[in-house]
């Protein structure tokens, strides 16, 4: 690898892998979390139950997506990010805005360090 490239390799690269991971584990995380409630609690076919399935699987598809696309990830991963915060806001009795940015706010950090990344290797 050349100067230029090895430049332009640590200019954005970093923050969109770390991005990316970060994404990958919390959405893993959820699945897990969510996957193991089910197991222990039943699979009931509650309204609830089927929006956060509905979420979790939208969040799944956009995390291969920022894989798979920088520019279209990034959006998209606010945009997950700011679905988990609705869906809080919607079923959550109490402690809304810890709980919500807690399940969004992976998504929207990751949403940020895929878009500086991008945009750094765009202006290198």
Same mark, same amino acid.
């Given at each position: ?7 332009? /390799?640590?200019?954005?690269? =970093? %923050?969109?892998?770390?991005?990316? #991971? ?7 995380? !959820? ?14 076919? $509650? ?5 956060? &399935?509905?979420?979790?699987?939208? #969040? ?6 920022? /894989? /798979? ?5 990034? =959006? &998209?991963? &606010? ?11 919607? $079923? #959550?009795n109490r402690n809304q805005v810890p709980v919500a940015i807690a399940l969004g706010g992976p998504?929207?950090? %990751? &949403?940020?360090?895929? /878009? !500086?990344? %991008? #945009? ?5």
């Amino acid at each position: 690898m050349g100067e230029g490239g090895e430049r332009r /390799w640590r200019r954005g690269r =970093p %923050s969109i892998l770390v991005g990316r #991971a970060l994404a990958t584990g919390f959405t893993a995380f !959820f699945l897990a979390l969510g996957l193991g409630d089910a197991a222990t609690e039943g699979f009931a076919l $509650t309204t609830e139950g089927v929006a956060v &399935a509905l979420v979790l699987g939208l #969040a799944t598809l956009v995390v291969i997506l920022a /894989w /798979w696309n920088v520019a279209l990830g990034a =959006p &998209a991963l &606010a945009a997950v990010g700011l679905a988990m915060a609705i869906l809080v806001a919607v $079923t #959550a009795n109490r402690n809304q805005v810890p709980v919500a940015i807690a399940l969004g706010g992976p998504y929207a950090v %990751s &949403a940020v360090l895929l /878009w !500086f990344g %991008s #945009a750094r290797l765009r202006r290198a």
